[in-house]
């Protein structure tokens, strides 16, 4: 069974900086598409920022030249580096992962709050 783990969220003052962590464990074969979704309370999930196994990277709008997604294939995970962090950004983030054989995956969350 893969399972993925989030971790490094966190309370952050405004214009703070966070990185999250996602790791997957079990019997992991090859691991696709990756990214990052958020969903603060009332509002939907939505995307924050992707990433293929090639490398190619897509960003939110409202995240572009402040968050940095990247992945480690070697270490079956994946990494968002959060800079200049707003009120705005204070969500429950979820990594989500396409695994050969095993079809999408989503982690359990871990709370972000951007506050003064």
């Known amino acids: 069974q893969v399972q993925l783990v989030e971790s490094g969220g966190g309370l952050v003052q405004p214009g703070g900086s966070l990185r999250l962590s996602c790791a997957a464990s079990?019997?992991?074969?090859?691991?696709?598409?990756m990214g990052w979704y958020r969903q603060a309370p009332g509002r939907q999930r939505e995307l924050v920022a992707a990433i293929t196994r090639g490398g190619i990277t897509n960003y939110a709008d409202s995240v572009k030249g402040r968050f940095t997604i990247s992945r480690d294939d070697a270490k079956n995970t994946l990494y968002l580096q959060m800079n200049s962090l707003k009120p705005e950004d204070t969500a429950v983030y979820y990594c989500n992962a396409d695994i050969q054989y095993t079809g999408s995956r989503w982690g359990q969350g871990t709370q972000v709050t951007v506050s003064s």
């Open positions: 079990g019997t992991v074969f090859i691991i696709y598409d």
